[in-house]
């Protein structure tokens, strides 16, 4: 077993760029990737009118142990490479800002005098600041008094965000600091690859390790995460909710359940027990093809660890039974009695960098800020009453993410869209019904930094600042409300989101209440959150700054924060958190003659969600510069292919045509595809866009496909 942090990537670290050095101490900020928020300086020197930014670590941020990832470390790279977008484009031609907001505001009056407001719709994104958060909520419930807006982090955390809420009362992702972990005994990821997608983390678990701490991966690959645990269980997809019902079988059956916790903290055990009594071990054998052995020592060692941890990722949740699978895994917690004490606990691993923040504060189609419901009466006269309007004004809930997207365009569907930081024609499911979708809109508005796949589609494109061109703050995947500060001055002609939608309100008629000021918006979210399960009365960028981040609940500026908000009791009204019975079901597409091999899909250690950043820095495009397929040695013998060989991917949805990676790191009836690509290599032409009954999370981990030579 080799030590976990030099099996980070899947390719040499050797291959990666090198750390730069430091030149100088730069502006203390954050990184603009993953949930972890990393914390670095940005230093910018010009000389001959050519910009240079140097990035260093922040030591002082504990999430990012004082490290940075590739990705993380050629950041400034997005400032400087030319490659981004500087005036704004109507129907491809250059405009002024003046005319651009004023052909928007325009067609937005219309379509929605025509049509109703529901016909203009808002797409956000989970990379947004809270503050764009916050005011991309508000402006489309108060100017635009549309219920159609959601965001793409409801392909990422819902499930895990829909699962916590039920148990716990709230969701908060990682409800203690993530130095926690490496006070754990025994650590469990269930479907995450945290040495590829959140290198930094795999410190925290390195330093368990070094305390003789154990490590168990569920995945149906061998990850370089899995390469390093004491423990591997290689799962067929689809079948993690089975696994998590095995597990707590053995745990009742081999007396692991802490009674006494269950009984003093806990409701609904007992319907639980009787529900897993018939997922005996061989039962989940034949399901998920782990072998009885690695199932109870996996149990073993959770049920006999002083401290443990169960952490979910998106290999877990990205299902059409995703919610009922993080349910499964925390009913194994509190078994156990992690969550709510020190030192032990469930998680999920948020991916996206304000993947918290991004769900807390009003760009989710049923919340409003401070995470609360749109349809509680008392929520609504609350924000209502910071926002100036009647509450009866306030549209009620909206599509989800994937349920929006799929209704553009179509009878009794919006119309219009605008949208800020995501490309959902490379990164939604079923993508090429999308891009169809989006071709239908009578108007489509992108605001980005870059040229995406959906802003080269768009009818106006609306050129914005990037991450160390201004301030804002972000809530990392522990809580953790903490502070970007603009590090660079952005180029000549763009503009910042909130000054977008600033500029719109005013020419729709609310030229009061769209400050573009991130600190006038902080101040009013704050206000706006105050009471609600998400909290931030408390929290100021003064605060932020002098404390390294303040979590939330943090209703007064003299209260500490609230690192750990499960200790003394759960959010439900009773203060016992509920175990919730659940059962497997098959994938929604299984393996079947005509499409017989599970497609699974994922991320790369050089490369970031939809590609549109990553894909434009040039030593991440030489270390993986294009897409492929992963296939098992046997599997790629019975369909005659060699190792680089085109590759023509097929499920029921569309094609994609990659070359082939033979590797027995996958099991044989499975093929894994990375999804950072467009066009013939996107991975999304063939995911499933079965949604969730509870989250409306699609099934991205999971649908059957074709093998074949292209």
């Keep these: 077993m080799k030590p976990l942090e030099s099996t980070i990537g899947s390719m040499p670290v050797a291959s990666l760029p090198a750390p730069p050095p430091v030149k100088a101490p730069g502006t203390a900020t954050h990184c603009p990737y993953c949930a972890l928020q990393c914390g670095m300086s940005v230093a910018a020197t010009e000389e001959a009118g050519v910009r240079d930014v140097v990035i260093a670590p922040r030591a002082e941020i504990p999430a990012g142990a004082g490290g940075l990832c590739q990705k993380g470390w050629t950041a400034g790279e997005l400032l400087t490479n030319g ?113 590829e997608t959140m290198p930094p983390f795999v410190r925290h678990l390195a330093r368990m390790r070094e305390r003789g701490g154990r490590l168990i991966v569920t995945d149906p690959r061998l990850t370089p995460t899995a390469k390093a645990a004491d423990l591997h269980l290689q799962l067929a997809p689809g079948t993690d909710l089975a696994l998590a019902l095995g597990l707590l079988h053995i745990a009742v059956a081999e007396g692991y359940v802490d009674e006494d916790y269950v009984a003093a903290r806990t409701t609904g055990f007992d319907a639980v027990a009787i529900s897993v009594s018939a997922w005996w071990p061989e039962r989940v054998e034949r399901v998920t093809g782990v072998p009885v052995a690695l199932l109870r020592e996996a149990a073993r060692l959770l049920g006999t660890a002083k401290r443990a941890m169960v952490l979910t990722g998106r290999g877990a949740e990205q299902h059409a039974k995703g919610t009922d699978t993080v349910s499964a895994f925390i009913n194994l917690a509190l078994a156990l009695g992690l969550p709510g004490t020190e030192g032990s606990g469930y998680a999920c691993v948020t991916g996206q960098g304000n993947g918290q923040g991004g769900r807390e504060h009003g760009q989710k189609a049923d919340q409003l800020p401070g995470y609360r419901k749109i349809d509680d009466p008392a929520a609504r006269a609350h924000v209502a009453s910071v926002w100036g309007m009647d509450p009866g004004d306030l549209p009620g809930p909206g599509r989800s993410a994937y349920e929006l997207l799929d209704a553009l ?58 991450w160390a061109e201004e301030s804002g703050t972000t809530t990392n995947l522990e809580g953790r409300v903490l502070l970007r500060r603009r590090a660079v001055a952005p180029p000549s002609g763009v503009r910042s989101d909130l000054a977008v939608l600033s500029g719109l309100a005013e020419r729709l008629g609310h030229p009061e209440g769209f400050p573009a000021e991130p600190r006038a918006v902080f101040d009013e979210l704050r206000r706006a959150s105050a009471g609600g399960p998400a909290d931030y009365a408390g929290i100021t960028y003064e605060r932020i700054a002098a404390e390294t981040g303040v979590f939330w609940p943090c209703p007064a500026e003299d209260h500490p924060g609230t690192p750990r908000p499960f200790l003394d009791r759960f959010a439900h009204p009773d203060g016992r958190a509920r175990f919730i019975p659940v059962n497997h079901r098959p994938a929604d597409e299984e393996a079947d003659e005509e499409y017989p091999i599970h497609l699974t899909t994922g991320r790369v250690l050089a490369h970031y969600q939809s590609g549109a950043q990553t894909r434009r820095i040039a030593s991440l495009v030489r270390a993986v510069p294009e897409a492929y397929v992963e296939l098992h040695p046997d599997l790629a013998e019975r369909l005659g292919l060699a190792d680089g ?57 999971v649908c059957a496909v074709r093998v074949e030579k292209a």
């Design 409 to 466: 365009g179509t009878p009794g569907g919006p119309r219009a869209l605008l949208l800020f930081g995501s490309n959902p024609v490379v990164s939604a499911p079923g993508a090429g019904r999308i891009a169809e979708r989006l071709a239908g809109l009578d108007l489509l508005v992108v605001a980005d930094v870059v040229l995406s796949e959906t802003a080269a589609k768009a009818h106006v494109v609306l050129p914005v600042t990037q």
């Design 83 to 195: 490659s981004r977008l500087t005036t704004p484009l109507i129907e491809g031609r250059p405009a002024t800002w003046a005319e651009a907001l004023d052909h928007v505001a325009a067609r937005l009056r219309r379509i929605s005098a025509e049509h109703g407001p529901d016909a203009v719709a808002v797409f956000g994104g989970g990379g947004l600041t809270n503050e764009k958060a916050y005011l991309l909520g508000k402006f489309a419930r108060m100017a635009l008094r549309t219920s159609q807006i959601d965001y793409n982090g409801r392909f990422c955390m819902s499930s895990a965000a829909a699962a916590s809420i039920r148990a716990f009362g709230m969701d908060r992702g990682m409800p203690f600091p993530v130095t926690d972990l490496a006070g754990a005994d025994t650590v469990l990821v269930a479907g995450g690859n945290v040495a």
């Design 645 to 701: 060989d085109r590759v023509r991917v097929t499920s029921r949805r569309g094609g994609a045509e990659v070359p082939a990676r033979i590797t027995g790191a996958i099991r044989s009836d499975t093929v894994f595809m990375p999804f950072h690509w467009a066009g013939r290599a996107s991975a999304n032409l063939l995911t499933n866009p079965a949604l969730d009954p509870v989250s409306r999370m699609p099934e991205f981990k």
